[in-house]
């Protein structure tokens, strides 16, 4: 009885001995997955800056169409003054000048935003395959190294034991 209690301690030890690789193996695959969140929080970060960027945009074609209402008034001034007609023109043809600008700049930032989007979606994209390829990289590993020692395992305890192995 008590050999074979040593021996069970034996075989407790040595299943101890082999399972520690795969715990430390777990937790690399938990940092791996720590690092892909990590990720994910810096693309977060990015569409949060891209949402600030359309608000400004929003904004800035808020401006537009204020100035378009003041150039309405303008021109419903030159209507009732007509002799003032030649100094209303320039004074419209000043307002279109500016609101021209601002188009231009508006049309620029929703170029830069979207491109910004396009750069973020490919990002996050990419980040998601390099995740998964590294994940599925980690989970084989483990699962040969878990498959190979489990076949260790069971030899040591064959030769141990001193059964004879099956011929296949």
């Known amino acids: ?33 720590s690092g892909v ?13 891209v949402r600030q960027d359309l608000n400004g945009v929003k904004n800035d074609l808020n401006g537009v169409k204020q100035d378009l209402s003041g150039v309405k008034q303008v021109l419903t001034g030159v209507k009732k003054d ?3 007609v030649k100094k209303d ?5 000043q307002d279109l000048s500016g609101v021209k600008k601002q188009i231009n700049t508006v049309e620029l930032k929703v170029e830069l935003v979207n491109k910004r989007v396009t750069e ?3 990002e996050l994209k990419q980040s998601i395959k390099q995740s998964q390829e590294e994940t599925i990289d980690t989970l084989s590993t483990l699962i040969h190294t878990g498959y190979n020692l489990h076949e260790k395992r069971i030899k040591k305890i064959e030769d141990t034991l001193q059964i004879p192995t099956p011929q296949q």
Do not use: F, H, R, W
Request: no cysteine; proline share 2%.
């Open 1 to 33: 009885m008590n050999d074979d209690n040593k021996l069970l301690n034996k075989i407790g030890d040595l299943i101890d001995d082999k399972l520690q690789p795969l715990k430390n193996d777990l937790g690399t695959v938990k940092e791996d997955l």
């Open 82 to 84: 007509i002799t003032g």
């Open 120 to 122: 973020g979606n490919q």
């Open 37 to 49: 969140k990590t990720d994910l929080g810096g693309v977060k970060k990015q569409l949060s800056g």
């Open 89 to 93: 023109v320039a004074t419209v043809k």
